[in-house]
């Protein structure tokens, strides 16, 4: 007896706050997910990291045992200078010391990295002045950007998304939420097809050393906003037409990522989708069920209000209703 009554009240409880352990095992479910990424890229990178640090060593040892003149002090602060002009984009081998990277079309990629937050990392400002503006652009441009990216999309999904679904919905008289899933993937499928695959394609033929796998996973870095900056087209020293390449790259990020937002956006509308975010999320109280609580809430107060006024008429009723005696003639018991 005891047992069931424990179970019946653990079931009960349970089920009044079933969105707090759905988000629970989210976040558990996160975490989980951030620990088994840590373990696989540990485990695949770490002897790759291993193997270069040994070929690195081999190479500074040999160089040394050439060059006996060059102490180990003198090799070490060189490259640490080098290694510091590296991170800020700029090279000191000869054939990189052709391309500049605050020219216009740069800077212009830049920025456009900047304000999606993509974010590459290859270059960076070198100036007090140049870090104090990226500062300030990056606080302005970003929220810009949410609100350019926002209005673009909201118009897009009209005629992308929401009327060729009700079309073939009120036409055909399908189900609306199969018509949705059915867009839906082949919108996906276009848009990893003209942003990903040819673009890989072209980037695989334009950069010299970027294989297909390479360049594929150059632009979902880029259009996914990670931008590590592992990869970065247009920095070869021989590169054609780079003024022009750079503004084409600017051009694709802009349009693959508004292209990304509305797939995005056409996924998060499936009926299937809001019903599995709606399990995470806290209930909302219904506007109804408010203004059935503010009335009765003010119906009781003012029937709780209203009974001192009625027990004082009625004392008042009754004292009125008693007849005043103007003789003794004028009583009826008298009469």
């Known amino acids: 007896m005891l047992q069931s009554l424990a179970s019946n009240s653990c079931v009960r409880l349970i089920q009044s706050h079933k969105s707090t352990w759905y988000f629970v095992s989210l976040v558990l ?151 949705a899933i059915v867009h839906a993937t082949l919108l996906a499928m276009l848009a990893v097809s003209c942003f990903f695959l040819i673009p890989a394609a072209i980037f695989s033929a334009l950069e010299e050393n970027w294989n297909f796998l390479e360049s594929f996973y150059f632009c979902f870095i880029s259009l996914s906003t990670i931008g590590l900056g592992d990869y970065v087209p247009g920095e070869a020293a021989n590169q054609k037409f780079r003024e022009l390449y750079k503004v084409g790259i600017t051009v694709y990020l802009i349009l693959g990522l508004i292209v990304m937002l509305v797939v995005l956006e056409t996924f998060c509308e499936l009926q299937q989708l809001k019903q599995l975010r709606k399990m995470f999320y806290l209930k909302k109280e219904k506007p109804q069920d408010r203004l059935a609580i503010v009335e009765h809430d003010h119906l009781s107060f003012t029937t709780v209000s209203n009974r001192p006024s009625v027990h004082s008429e009625d004392k008042t009723q009754t004292f009125v209703s008693v007849q005043t005696l103007g003789s003794p003639n004028d009583d009826p018991l008298i009469q």
Not at 71 to 78: I, K, M, P, Q, V
Not at 94 to 116: K, M, P
Not at 118 to 146: E, N, Q, W
Request: proline share 3%; with cysteine; hydrophobic share 45%.
């Open 29 to 179: 479910g996160y975490l989980l997910y951030l620990i088994f990424g840590a373990v696989v890229f540990s485990s695949v990178e770490l002897p790759y990291e291993d193997v270069l640090r040994q070929d690195l060593r081999a190479i500074k040892k040999q160089f040394l045992m050439d060059n006996k003149c060059l102490s180990e002090e003198s090799l070490e602060r060189f490259l640490k200078k080098a290694l510091e002009a590296s991170n800020y984009g700029v090279s000191i081998l000869n054939n990189a010391s052709v391309n500049w990277n605050w020219d216009f079309t740069s800077a212009l990629f830049f920025a456009s990295t900047v304000l999606s937050t993509t974010g590459y990392g290859h270059t960076a400002p070198l100036s007090d002045g140049g870090k104090a503006f990226c500062i300030i652009y990056s606080v302005i441009g970003i929220p810009f950007t949410l609100l350019f990216l926002t209005a673009v999309v909201q118009r897009i999904m009209v005629f992308s998304t929401r009327r060729p679904i009700n079309y073939i919905h009120t036409r055909w008289g399908l189900s609306k939420p199969l018509v």
